[in-house]
């Protein structure tokens, strides 16, 4: 994408450039065809060939449209104002968002109504509401801000959980066991899915110095994965040749919590998967203080998210 996206109106433009450039391709494609069977037709004496022509236009027209149905709906979500309710519930809940200026507010809203307009979030054995429908769309866009065409397309539901649960996505006996989970992403046959805790995604966003925010951190997991792997090392940071000096960085933040001269989460030397997931918590919910006691991270992260938070 060369076009920079800074609020609504531009994400607008982007798509409808896109649906331009595809239905100007399938248009020539189609004349194309109707030129080559109409030759046919005229140098056999075949009328048939002219149907057969028109038939392969039609089915062309119709496969262009399912193709690219996603984007057509996306156009349409556009048309669809932002509920003031809705307005209300991130300027109270998501710092992120209040922070925004108007134009880029508008942007945040709109990826918003397509995260959950394209994505299933559901509660399982708990009632979801819109502020948890909301603060899951904050949790995946709050990354992705700086990539707003970036749709987290592996992923096809939320699934909220009413508190923590186990490996085998059961919830009796969870808090008790060693396996007291507050997100994951799927696997196996859940592998398009994203498994959140209710109190823990609330948790993440009670504005409370130091909290986790298990949201962020799992929709961090969804675009490391891009790649195929959570390795810590998210296609994006590889392909600008940062590779090496990033996993030097984390080997040496590794032993600095090791060694007790860090703030950052213990969690994070669990692998470098969890150590990008857990600084990026600390990045995007206290900015401010992670360039302050981390700035060489900090420099790192804002370079990958594309992403200036710091004052």
Excluded: C
């Excluded at 057509?72 to 925004?100: C, G, M």
């Excluded at 559901?122 to 707003?148: H, K, M, W, Y």
Aim: glycine share 6%.
């Amino acid at each position: 994408m060369t076009k920079v996206i800074n609020s609504a109106d531009d994400l607008l433009a982007f798509y409808q450039a896109s649906l331009k450039s595809v239905r100007l391709r399938a248009i020539g494609i189609q004349l194309t065809v109707m030129v080559f069977f109409g030759a046919l037709a005229f140098f056999s004496h075949q009328s048939v060939l002219y149907f057969v022509g028109l038939i392969t236009v039609g089915i062309i027209e119709a496969v262009n449209r399912n193709y690219f149905r996603k984007t057509y709906r996306r156009v349409a979500i556009f048309n669809v104002s932002f509920p003031t309710a809705w307005q209300e519930i991130l300027d109270e809940h998501v710092l992120f968002y209040k922070t925004l200026d108007k134009r880029r507010k508008s942007l945040f809203e709109r990826r918003v109504q397509l995260f959950l307009a394209e994505k299933k979030v559901e509660g399982i054995d708990t009632e979801i509401n819109d502020q948890i429908r909301l603060l899951v769309a904050s949790s995946a866009i709050i990354p992705t801000f700086a990539f707003p065409a970036f749709d987290y397309p592996e992923l096809n539901e939320v699934l909220i959980y009413p508190k923590s649960f186990s490996k085998q996505f059961e919830i009796e006996g969870a808090d008790q066991s060693s396996e007291n989970i507050e997100g994951m992403v799927g696997n196996r046959y859940m592998n398009h899915s994203l498994l959140l805790s209710k109190p823990s995604l609330l948790a993440g966003f009670n504005g409370r110095k130091g909290e986790e925010n298990v949201g962020i951190h799992e929709f961090v997991h969804l675009l490391d994965r891009e790649d195929g792997e959570a390795d810590g090392i998210p296609e994006r940071l590889a392909e600008s040749g940062f590779t090496l000096p990033w996993l030097h960085l984390i080997k040496k933040e590794m032993n600095n919590i090791r060694s007790g001269h860090s703030d950052i989460n213990p969690y994070a030397i669990t692998n470098n998967a969890e150590f990008l997931a857990v600084v990026s918590e600390y990045f995007f919910s206290d900015p401010q203080e992670f360039h302050e006691k981390h700035p060489e991270l900090y420099n790192f992260l804002s370079g990958f998210y594309h992403q200036q938070l710091a004052g």
